[in-house]
C-alpha cells in the first residue's frame, strides 16, 4: 500500500448506480444491496428504469438507475439525494446531476466520455475537461474520473474475450470499486458470480478480475484515500434477508394456500409492473399453484373466478390499465361473492400512463371503479417486505368473507427491497374456508312441519354475512349463481325491489363488517402533544415516517398513522381524526385518500400530493409538516438541517474532512 | 428460446374422471330440471335444445353434482338456472374463460357452456377462440339465431348482409362469420353443427361432444321467433320451404360419402354430391355427373382440417337455404387442463419428497442470503 488509506465513520450513506439500460446497474445495486444486506446494515433500495427494453444507447431516455441507502440504524427510505452517484456515461451524469446535493462524491467512467456520447448526452463540451476551472459544470462536487472501461478490458485480458465482452464487465469494477469503499463484504458476491455463469467458465474469471480489480484499484492507488465504515444496524432479533414487493407478494400468496389449505389458482396477463408476480408463481407448482397465462386481462379474472367456483384460491395480478379490463368481472365476483384476490402493482396513469414509475392513484379506482353499488375491501402493503402479510391478509378477508379483494401494491414497492424479518410459517393466520357441505335450508310444508332439507346459497352468517361456499362435486347442494340480483336466502333472480334495496346494503353491510376482525390503529405520537396528525396508506409509509422523524428531531411535535385497510377503514380511525386539529394526507397522487377521509368523517384533511412517478422526499414532505405545525401551533417553525437545508454530512468535503 | 416436450397425458373420454352415478342406478330428465320457471319466448328454439340437454344428461350417467353449466349474457344464458346442476351465469363473452378456469382447477367436473352468436362471436370471441386453440376439456353450445334478441333485434356477427333491422335500417354492411370456419381455423379439436328442432340429430352431437376429450364446439341452429323468424326455415324443411329439407341440408356422416337432395333408393346417394375442386376447396357437383369414387368420403378424424374447412364454406352466408350439418372435425389432440394438471401434480409428488407444505415453505423463504441478529 503506497500511503495508509483513512477510515471514517458514517452513519448512513446513499449510493446511486446510473448507466445505460445495457450496463448492469440494476445487478451491480442488487448485489451492492445483497452485500450490504449481509453485512447487517439497514437499507432501502429505488431501482428506476426505463419503460423500453433498450433505449437508444447512451442517450438519457436510456439511462437506467439503482439507488440504495444503508445505514447502522433503522431507516425508511431509498434517500432523498444520492452522497455518493456513480456515472457510467454522459447521459446517466446529466440525468442524474440535478439530485445531487453539494459535496456530494461522483464517480465516473472517463472511457464513455467520448465527443459521441457527449452529443447524446447534450453536452457541448466535455464537463471531465473544465474541472476547477471557472466553467465547472461539477464545481462543489467530489468528482472522480476514472477510466472503468480501460482497467476492467486490461484486468481481463487473460481470459481472450471480445473487446465489447471484456468491457461487459465495468460493472463489476465498479461493484468491486464501491465493496472497498464502503468495506463490504466480497464473498456473496463471488458466490453469486460462480453461480451465474458456471457454464461460462471465461465469463465467470472477467467478472471476479472485474470486481476483484475495482476492489484492489480503491485500496491500492491513491485516488481514493478513505475508506468508510457504516457499522450494521441494531434490528430486532430474527433472520432476515433482502425482499423485494413483488417476491414478498408471491411469497405471501403460496403462504395463503398453504395456511387455508386450498389450491392456488392465478389467472393473469403480463404487464409493467406486475408480471414478475406470475413469473414467480409460476415456479411454486409444488405447492399446488397453478398459473395460467391467459389471453387477455378479463380472461385472467374470468379463469380465477372459474377456479374460486371449484374451490381453488383465485388470485388475478395486474396494473391499473389491468384493472380497468377487469372490472366488470370484479363486480360478477362481488354479486357471486366468490373468495378472489385481485392484486393491482400500481403504475403512472392514466391509460399507459408510466409503466415503469410509481404512483397511487388507483385507490379511488379500487374503491368505487365498476357499476353499481359494488363494494370491495382494500388492503394496501407498506414496504416491500410488508407486501407479504399483505397478501396473507388480503386472502384472509377474501377467504372469510366470500369476497373479491383488492390488494394494492406500487411500482416502488415492487422493485425497491429492504431487509425482511423472516416470519414463522406457524405465526401467520390459518384460514378457514370452511366449505358447505350440508343442506342448510329446512323445506317448510303447508302445516309449518319440516318435510327435508335443501341447499340455500345466499343463507348468511349472523355475524359476518359472509354465504356459504358450495363446490361443485358436493351432492345435495346444486345451485346457480350469477349476476343477476338473487333473492337474500336462496339466491333465485329477483327482480323484487325490495329484495334489490336489501341485497345491497347486505352488500354493503358484509364489506363493513370486516372491521370487526380488524386490529386498532397504531398512532405514532411518541411525545402525545401532537396537534397535527400525518396519515397515509401503502408504499408513502418510508417517506412519512423519515420525514416525521425528522419534524420531531428538530424539536416539533407531530402524530402519524398508516393505513393498511382502505375498505373497510378501522372502526377507531374517525376518533383518532378528531383528536388532532389537523390533518395531512401525503399520497402519489391528487388527492384520493384525503378525499375518502373528508367524505367518510367530515374532517378538514388536507393533502400533500406529488405525482413524479417516484416516492415522496422524506425532507420536502418534513417542511410541508413544518408549515402545517407553525400554523397550527401559532409559531415559527425552523426545522433547520432536518428540511431542506443539508445536513452536516453534505456540506463536509470528506476528503478535507478526514485530513 | 428453449422449448420442452411435454409429458404427454393418457388420452381418455371427456368424462373419464367424472364420477359416474352408482351402478344400477339411473337418473331422470327430471332430476336435472330445477325448480325455476322458464322464461323464454313462446316458441324460442331455446326450449327445444333445454328439452333435448334436460332428456340427454341422464343418459351421461354422470353424477350430477360433477356437472357444471357456464352461460354468459344473451337469451340462451340463462339455460343453468333451468338445470338442477352446479351452474354459473356469468358476464357478456366470459363463460369461455370463467369454464377454462373450472375444468383446469378439477378434472373430476364436467363443464359445459352455453353460448349464444352474440356472446361467443362478438363480445367474447376472444375467449372462444383461446379456448378452442388450448383444447380446455369442455363442451361449448352455440345457439345461433343469426340475431340479437335479449336486445330486441339487432344484426349479429352471424346475420348476413343487408339485414335489415334496428340498427340497421338501411341494411346490415357487416360480413358475417361462419362459425363451424372459425372455431376450424382456432385449432379446435371437435367442431358439429346441428339444429334445434332435430332433436335426434342435437343428442347423437352432444353425446359425441361430451365424450370428445378437449373442447368440443357445436354450433345450433335455432330459430328466434321474435326478432328473427323463419331463418332456418329451409334447412328445416318448413314454411315456404316445406319438404325441401334433403336439398339444404348437407348431412356429414363419417366414412360416408357426402351428398345430399332425394336419394337414390338404390346407391342411397343423394342427388347432389360434394366433390374435391380445382383451387383446394369443394364444390357441389350432380351426382349423376361423376363417378362414385370421385365423391368426397367425409373423414372427421383427419389430422389436416383443411377438408373440414372446404366443406364449412359450403354453408350459405346470406338467407340459409344450404348448409352441412354434423360433425365436422373430431381429432385427439392433449388438452390443456390434463397438461396444466401433469405439471402441478409432478411438482408436488416431487415436491413430497422434501417435506410438508409448511416445511417447504419455511425453506422457501428462508432460501438465499440471510442472516440472524440474536
Redesign the interface.
Known amino acids: 500500500m503506497s500511503q495508509t488509506k483513512q477510515v471514517k465513520q458514517l452513519d448512513r450513506v446513499i449510493i446511486r448506480f446510473a448507466g445505460d439500460s445495457g450496463d448492469g446497474m440494476q445487478l451491480t445495486g442488487d448485489r451492492f444491496t445483497?452485500e450490504s444486506?449481509?453485512f447487517?446494515n439497514d437499507l432501502v433500495t429505488l431501482p428506476n428504469f426505463p419503460a423500453e427494453i433498450r433505449a437508444p444507447q447512451g442517450t438519457i431516455p436510456g439511462v437506467s438507475s439503482f439507488q440504495i441507502h444503508f445505514a447502522d440504524h433503522d431507516i425508511l427510505t431509498a434517500g432523498d439525494r444520492p452522497d455518493v452517484l456513480v456515472a457510467m456515461n454522459p447521459a446517466a451524469l446529466k440525468a442524474n446531476l440535478g439530485d445531487l446535493p453539494k459535496g456530494a462524491t461522483i464517480i465516473v467512467d472517463t472511457h464513455d466520455f467520448s465527443k459521441r456520447n457527449l452529443e447524446k448526452a447534450g453536452y457541448s463540451s466535455n464537463p471531465l475537461d473544465k474541472l476547477g476551472e471557472v466553467d465547472d459544470l461539477l464545481a462543489g462536487f467530489q468528482v472522480q474520473p476514472v477510466d472503468l472501461t480501460g482497467i476492467t478490458v486490461a484486468a481481463v485480458t487473460e481470459f481472450g474475450l471480445s473487446r465489447k465482452d471484456a468491457a461487459r464487465a465495468k460493472n463489476m469494477f465498479a461493484l468491486g470499486l464501491l465493496s472497498w469503499m464502503y468495506g463490504r463484504p466480497t464473498e456473496?458476491t463471488v458466490e453469486f458470480l460462480s453461480k451465474k455463469f458456471a457454464k461460462v467458465p471465461d465469463i465467470l474469471g472477467a467478472n471476479l478480475a472485474a470486481f476483484k480489480a475495482g476492489w484492489n484499484y480503491g485500496e491500492t492507488t491513491e485516488t481514493f484515500v478513505v475508506q468508510y465504515e457504516i457499522k450494521p444496524a441494531k434490528?430486532?432479533?430474527?433472520?432476515?434477508?433482502?425482499i423485494t414487493g413483488n417476491l414478498a407478494l408471491s411469497?405471501g400468496l403460496?403462504?395463503a394456500g398453504?395456511r387455508s389449505g386450498l389450491?392456488v389458482?392465478l389467472?393473469s396477463y403480463p404487464i409493467t409492473p406486475a408480471t414478475d408476480i406470475l413469473h414467480e408463481l409460476s415456479k411454486?407448482?409444488?405447492?399446488?399453484?397453478?398459473t395460467?397465462q391467459?389471453?387477455?386481462e378479463?380472461?385472467?379474472i374470468?379463469?380465477?373466478?372459474?377456479?374460486?367456483?371449484?374451490?381453488?384460491l383465485?388470485i388475478t395480478t395486474t396494473s391499473g390499465p389491468g384493472i380497468a379490463l377487469k372490472s366488470?368481472?370484479i363486480?360478477?365476483a362481488v354479486m357471486?361473492e366468490l373468495p378472489l384476490v385481485i392484486v393491482n402493482v400500481q403504475r403512472g396513469g392514466p391509460s399507459t400512463g408510466l409503466p415503469t414509475k410509481t404512483e397511487q392513484a388507483d385507490l379511488l379506482q379500487a374503491m368505487y371503479g365498476r357499476n353499481g353499488e359494488a363494494p370491495v375491501p382494500i388492503v394496501a402493503p407498506q414496504s416491500p417486505g410488508d407486501c407479504?402479510a399483505a397478501a396473507v391478509e388480503a386472502a384472509r378477508i377474501a377467504i372469510t368473507y366470500r369476497t373479491p379483494v383488492m390488494l394494492l401494491s406500487d411500482g416502488y414497492l415492487a422493485n425497491g427491497s429492504e431487509p425482511w424479518a423472516?416470519?414463522?410459517?406457524?405465526d401467520l393466520p390459518l384460514i378457514d374456508p370452511n366449505f358447505a357441505t350440508e343442506p342448510n335450508h329446512e323445506l317448510v310444508g303447508p302445516d309449518g312441519e319440516v318435510t327435508g332439507k335443501d341447499y340455500w346459497p345466499y343463507l348468511r352468517d349472523a355475524d359476518t354475512f359472509a354465504r356459504p361456499w358450495a363446490v361443485?362435486?358436493?351432492?345435495?347442494?346444486?345451485?346457480?349463481?350469477?349476476?343477476?340480483e338473487k333473492g337474500e336466502g336462496h339466491g333465485?333472480?329477483s327482480y323484487e325491489p325490495a329484495n334489490h334495496d336489501k341485497m345491497v346494503r347486505t352488500r354493503a353491510e358484509k364489506i363493513q363488517r370486516i372491521a370487526d376482525s380488524l386490529p386498532p390503529l397504531q398512532v405514532d405520537d411518541p411525545s402525545e402533544a401532537a396537534k397535527v396528525l400525518v396519515i397515509g396508506w401503502g408504499s408513502t409509509y418510508g417517506p412519512i415516517g423519515a420525514a416525521c422523524r425528522r419534524v420531531r428531531r428538530a424539536g416539533y411535535d407531530v402524530a402519524q398513522v398508516h393505513l393498511r385497510h382502505l375498505n373497510p377503514f378501522p372502526k377507531d380511525l374517525g376518533d383518532i381524526l378528531r383528536r388532532y386539529d389537523k390533518v395531512l394526507v401525503p399520497e402519489m397522487n391528487l388527492g384520493q385518500l384525503s378525499k375518502m377521509l373528508r367524505a367518510e368523517y367530515l374532517v378538514d384533511a388536507q393533502g400533500y400530493n406529488h405525482v413524479y412517478g417516484l416516492p415522496l422526499k422524506a425532507a420536502e414532505l418534513a417542511e410541508a409538516i413544518g408549515v402545517l405545525v407553525g400554523e397550527t401551533e401559532g409559531r415559527e417553525v425552523n426545522l433547520g438541517e432536518h428540511g431542506l437545508n443539508l445536513p452536516a454530512d453534505h456540506e463536509q468535503n470528506p476528503v478535507e474532512a478526514s485530513k | 428460446m428453449t422449448t420442452i416436450d411435454l409429458t404427454t397425458p393418457a388420452m381418455r373420454s371427456g368424462t373419464e374422471l367424472v364420477p359416474a352415478i352408482d351402478e344400477g342406478t339411473t337418473q331422470t330428465a327430471k332430476e336435472f330440471t330445477s325448480d325455476q320457471e322458464v322464461r323464454w319466448c313462446p316458441g324460442c328454439g331455446d326450449y327445444a335444445v333445454l328439452k333435448a340437454v334436460q332428456s340427454f344428461l341422464p343418459d351421461l350417467g354422470l353424477r350430477r353434482e360433477n356437472i357444471v353449466f357456464v352461460s354468459g349474457i344473451g337469451c340462451s344464458s340463462r339455460f343453468p338456472y333451468y338445470l338442477d346442476t352446479y351452474g354459473m351465469h356469468s358476464i357478456h363473452g366470459r363463460a369461455p374463460s370463467i369454464a377454462t378456469g373450472i375444468a383446469t382447477a378439477r378434472e373430476d367436473l364436467s363443464v359445459w357452456v352455453v353460448t349464444g352468436d352474440g356472446d361467443a362471436l362478438s363480445i367474447g370471441g376472444n375467449h372462444l377462440i383461446h379456448a378452442l386453440r388450448r383444447n380446455v376439456n369442455m363442451t361449448i353450445l352455440l345457439f345461433n339465431n343469426r340475431i340479437y334478441g335479449l336486445t330486441k333485434g339487432q344484426y349479429s356477427p352471424t346475420s348476413e348482409v343487408g339485414k335489415v333491422t334496428k340498427t340497421s335500417p338501411l341494411g346490415s354492411l357487416d360480413h358475417p362469420f361462419n362459425p363451424v370456419s372459425l372455431a376450424l381455423g382456432a385449432e379446435a379439436s371437435f367442431v358439429a353443427r346441428t339444429v334445434d328442432s332435430d332433436r335426434k340429430h342435437l343428442t347423437e352431437v352432444l353425446a359425441a361432444a361430451a365424450a370428445h376429450r378437449g373442447t368440443s364446439f357445436v354450433e345450433i341452429y335455432q330459430n328466434c321467433p321474435i326478432f328473427n323468424d323463419n331463418a332456418f326455415d329451409a334447412i328445416k324443411g318448413m314454411g315456404e320451404h316445406k319438404g325441401n329439407k334433403e336439398h339444404a341440408v348437407i348431412p356429414l356422416v363419417h366414412g360416408q360419402p357426402i351428398t345430399f337432395g332425394p336419394r337414390d333408393e338404390e346407391t342411397g346417394l343423394g342427388d347432389k354430391a360434394i366433390v374435391r375442386a380445382t383451387g383446394g376447396g369443394v364444390e357441389v357437383i350432380a351426382t349423376a355427373d361423376v363417378d362414385i369414387e370421385q365423391v368426397l368420403v367425409h373423414d372427421a378424424h383427419h389430422p389436416d382440417a383443411s377438408t373440414a374447412f372446404a366443406i364449412s364454406r359450403l354453408t350459405d352466408l346470406g338467407y340459409l337455404s344450404r348448409s352441412p350439418i354434423g360433425i365436422f372435425r373430431q381429432v385427439e389432440r392433449p388438452t390443456y387442463d390434463d397438461l396444466a394438471r401433469n405439471q402441478v401434480d409432478h411438482a408436488v409428488e416431487a415436491a413430497s419428497t422434501n417435506g410438508t407444505p409448511t416445511e417447504r415453505l419455511t425453506a422457501l423463504i428462508n432460501a438465499g442470503d440471510t442472516w440472524t441478529i440474536d
Open positions: 445483497q444486506a449481509v447487517g456473496p434490528m430486532a432479533s430474527g433472520t432476515y434477508r433482502n411469497y403460496v403462504a398453504v389450491p389458482f389467472g411454486h407448482k409444488g405447492f399446488g399453484v397453478t395460467l391467459a389471453e387477455d378479463i380472461a385472467g374470468g379463469a380465477a373466478i372459474g377456479a374460486a367456483f371449484a374451490g381453488s383465485g366488470e368481472s363486480g360478477l357471486t407479504f423472516i416470519p414463522d410459517v406457524e361443485p362435486g358436493t351432492a345435495g347442494l346444486e345451485h346457480r349463481i350469477g349476476g343477476l333465485n333472480i
